[in-house]
């Protein structure tokens, strides 16, 4: 029920900045929990970051400081501001809807992806 699009990949230089964007459509629309994700050949899609509804955030802990992850609800879009990119930052990534996390006092954390992807968007970033 969800239609999500990504888009805002391409090549930089280590060091650099990029933006990615994810339009969403359908399901709950503002409602949803949402994730990046991302993926290199040979190895498992890892997490990125997540923003809930509500707008807590999670992060990756090697993205932490780096990557911000946002949201603006009038558009049902997602954003990841990618800082200080790097080699190792490579990859496709993917915007996740409907993922699952569970709260605490001592702060949120993703439990599973969700059913929804992006067709994913590559990010190349050049040493």
């Known amino acids: 029920q969800v239609q999500l699009v990504e888009s805002g990949g391409g090549l930089v230089q280590a060091g650099g900045s990029l933006r990615l964007s994810c339009a969403a459509s359908?399901?709950?629309?503002?409602?949803?929990?949402m994730g990046w994700y991302r993926q290199v050949p040979g190895k498992q899609r890892e997490l990125v970051a997540a923003?809930?509804?509500?707008?807590?955030?999670m992060y990756a802990d090697s993205m932490k400081g780096r990557f911000t992850i946002s949201r603006d609800n009038a558009k049902n879009t997602v954003y990841l501001q990618m800082n200080s990119l790097k080699p190792e930052d490579t990859a496709v990534y993917y915007c996740n809807a409907d993922l699952s996390y569970s709260c605490s006092r001592y702060g949120c954390y993703v439990l599973s992806a969700g059913n929804y992807w992006g067709q994913g968007t590559q990010v190349t970033v050049s040493s």
């Open positions: 359908g399901g709950s629309g503002s409602r949803n929990d």
């Open positions: 923003i809930t509804h509500s707008g807590n955030t």
